[in-house]
């Protein structure tokens, strides 16, 4: 790719005040995400998971799903929910099952193993989420989660 000198880039249009507030937004996410990441693997390693197989198992922790189905929950392609279930069914914390609504598509499903590591992960998570709560009010968090669940919901019928 040829990149042209500096002069001759076009100019992008001017941003309004709401356009400069989501950009700091998607900026503060992207950082979010990182700490929320770190804490996640840390708080995985007592089920003896990481962030990425607890993840998947969230996403079949009440019912059975798709690999497929398991991506568009969680926000993940399905070739890196496969990768993740083909090793979570490995170490026996999930199985597959047969699917009645899709013959090739079967149904990942947590196993008592899986459940297991989930609790464990639960009794740390737990008073890890009371500490850091403690320092945000409920109304903002509350009206955070609104805005986060607005936010997907535009971004995914883009």
């Known amino acids: 790719m040829t990149v042209p000198p500096r002069e001759e880039w076009p100019k992008p249009g001017r941003q309004s005040e709401g356009g400069v507030v989501l950009t700091d937004v998607v900026l503060a996410t992207f950082r979010l995400n990182a700490r929320l990441m770190e804490a996640a693997q840390g708080l995985a390693a007592h089920g003896g998971l ?10 079949v922790l009440d019912e059975p799903r798709s690999v ?32 009645p609504a ?24 737990h008073p890890w989420a009371e500490d850091v709560v403690k320092s945000v009010d409920l109304d903002d968090l509350r009206t955070t989660l609104t805005t986060m669940q607005a936010l997907i919901t535009k971004l995914e019928e883009a």
């Open 50 to 59: 990481t962030a990425a197989w607890w993840q998947v198992l969230g996403g």
């Open 68 to 99: 497929a189905d398991v991506g568009r929950i969680m926000g993940v392609s399905r070739q890196g929910v496969q990768r993740i279930a083909d090793l979570l069914v490995e170490r026996g914390l999930a199985e597959y099952r047969p699917n």
């Open 102 to 125: 899709h013959r090739r598509a079967k149904l990942l499903a947590c196993t008592e193993a899986g459940y297991w590591a989930i609790r464990q992960i639960s009794i740390a998570q």
